[in-house]
């Protein structure tokens, strides 16, 4: 430890964000200002962490160490504390202690089955299947010289690319692959083997989504309205990215004002999700490798690198190569260009079909945060749904029956799990088998609240976190199947086509 540091010093905004890229990454944790610059390269989860560089990094912190961190490693890194007032005020709370019993009884089951939180020879073993799926599959679509056969290859193309997004890559990079830091990184990059950048699905997925999931922030939103904008230092980063860029020509947040268009958003949505990995390898994964921003998350983080830069242009080139070029040198430019786009959609659809139904559907909540909605702290604190409601309320009423004096744990509506689970859905929960299918998105809830434990282990902690939601009065909403969580989808975007904007 460096006694000529002043680990007391106090720090700004604009200095916490002057260190913000790999070579030079300081991070805010709970108002404690950390130098993680030499600890990432022996940190166990490898350089994940470097993702929280520049940043309030405290959600990061809290949901991918269910075990804690010991106190004595966080004050020898610490190099300060940050100024009162200078990080925008916090939609959430970590005030109760629900998350806490949460993670020591998920901990306490994983070691009781004595599974790896990280990693496994289930993951392992699918991980091989899927990938030798992939790359015979690129073969027989390239080789087959009957176009029909080719393009039931190319089919199947996509479906093991939707598969190895869903069961390798976002294991890797969310550091649940394996305890080897190594062999996350290689998981990490099958998302560029298959076209897509592992660097942009962090920002967006990791820095946007997983931490502030279902939230908005309505001044960013009337700025882009009036066409204002201000530098990225100063924008809120408690803001999910998936509410409003996944899909622009859908209505996916009750703030957002209905268009026209929106009436039928529910017939030609699912025409949408087939475009999505398309625009992602094409567009969004280019913008931000060029603008080192994504819509309001700063990413030099990871593309403040000259190395990283190289690996996303290298590997683009790479898998245009053999997954465009190679379909046209032997099917024609016009034959290997249908075969790459339909890859691609039903890459596309097989992804946004298990995905969208776990936050954009029938129950779910939305959050909301600004100045400009004049409550207390900038802050709305209550998550409520497309009706206004706020389903905590029936929950909480129904588990303080329940206890015994009626005494019931306070949870704040706003604290992190507590939105978790009120803006996240399950299906088919409980299944070994569509656990599997979808790399654990059928239980989104559980993957949520522990991003680092591997999803083959969700199957095992479900039945924890129902019990202990319902113990607390959180939330815990589950669909039977992904026939019946589609359908719901479908209905409520259907319902946020028609409806008037939530003020």
């Not at 409003?244 to 949505?269: C, D, G, I, K, V």
């Not at 744990?409 to 656990?435: I, L, M, R």
Request: charged content about 20%.
């Amino acid at each position: 430890q460096d006694k000529t540091v002043d680990r007391n010093r106090l720090i700004s905004r604009d200095e916490l964000r002057s260190h913000n890229v790999p070579q030079n990454a300081w991070a805010a944790v709970h108002g404690r200002v950390l130098n993680i610059t030499d600890f990432a390269k022996r940190h166990p989860g490898g350089d994940i962490i470097l993702l929280a560089a520049g940043k309030d990094a405290t959600v990061l912190f809290e949901t991918y160490h269910p075990r804690g961190i010991p106190t004595p490693l966080l004050d020898k890194l610490q190099v300060g504390k940050m100024k009162d007032g200078e990080l925008p005020s916090s939609f959430y709370s970590w005030d109760s202690d629900f998350y806490t019993t949460l993670r020591t009884r998920v901990v306490q089951r994983l070691e009781e089955r004595n599974l790896p939180r990280r990693g496994g020879h289930e993951i392992w073993i699918k991980a091989i299947l899927l990938l030798v799926g992939f790359w015979f599959s690129l073969y027989n679509m390239c080789v087959r010289e009957t176009f029909w056969v080719a393009a039931l290859w190319s089919v199947s193309m996509g479906v093991f690319a939707a598969f190895i997004g869903t069961c390798i890559q976002h294991d890797g990079n969310h550091g649940a692959f394996s305890t080897s830091r190594g062999l996350n990184k290689v998981a990490g990059w099958t998302l560029d083997m298959i076209g897509a950048s592992g660097f942009t699905w962090e920002i967006q997925h990791m820095l946007g989504h997983h931490p502030y999931t279902n939230v908005l922030d309505v001044d960013e939103e009337l700025r882009k309205k009036s066409g204002e904008d201000c530098p990225i230092g100063d924008k809120d980063q408690e803001s999910d990215p998936d509410v409003f860029s996944s899909f622009p020509a859908m209505r996916m947040h009750p703030y957002h004002t209905a268009e026209w268009y929106h009436r039928y958003q529910h017939l030609y949505a699912p025409l949408l999700f087939a475009l999505m990995t398309l625009a992602k390898v094409f567009q969004q994964d280019i913008e931000v490798a060029t603008s080192q921003r994504l819509y309001h998350i700063d990413a030099q983080c990871r593309y403040g690198s000259i190395l990283n830069v190289l690996r996303f242009w290298s590997m683009k080139v790479l898998s245009m190569g053999y997954m465009l070029v190679l379909p046209c040198y032997f099917h024609g430019v016009l034959g290997g260009m249908a075969l790459f786009c339909l890859g691609h959609f039903t890459c596309g659809e097989v992804l946004a079909t298990m995905f969208i139904v776990n936050h954009v559907i029938e129950g779910v909540s939305f959050g909301k945060k600004g100045e400009s909605l004049g409550s207390k702290n900038n802050v709305e604190f209550r998550p409520t749904t497309v009706s206004g409601s706020t389903p905590m309320e029936q929950t909480r009423s129904d588990a303080k029956k329940a206890a015994a004096g009626g005494k019931l744990k306070d949870v704040p509506y706003n604290d992190w799990a507590a939105v978790q689970c009120q803006t996240s859905v399950n299906w088919s929960p409980g299944s070994y088998f569509w656990n599997h299918f979808s790399g654990g998105l059928s239980h989104q809830i559980e993957h949520h609240l522990f991003p680092s434990i591997c999803h083959t282990n969700y199957v095992y902690i479900q039945d924890i976190v129902e019990k202990t939601c319902l113990e607390y009065g959180v939330p815990y909403q589950s669909e039977p199947s992904l026939f019946v969580a589609y359908k719901k989808m479908l209905s409520h975007l259907k319902f946020l086509g028609n409806e008037k904007k939530v003020a």
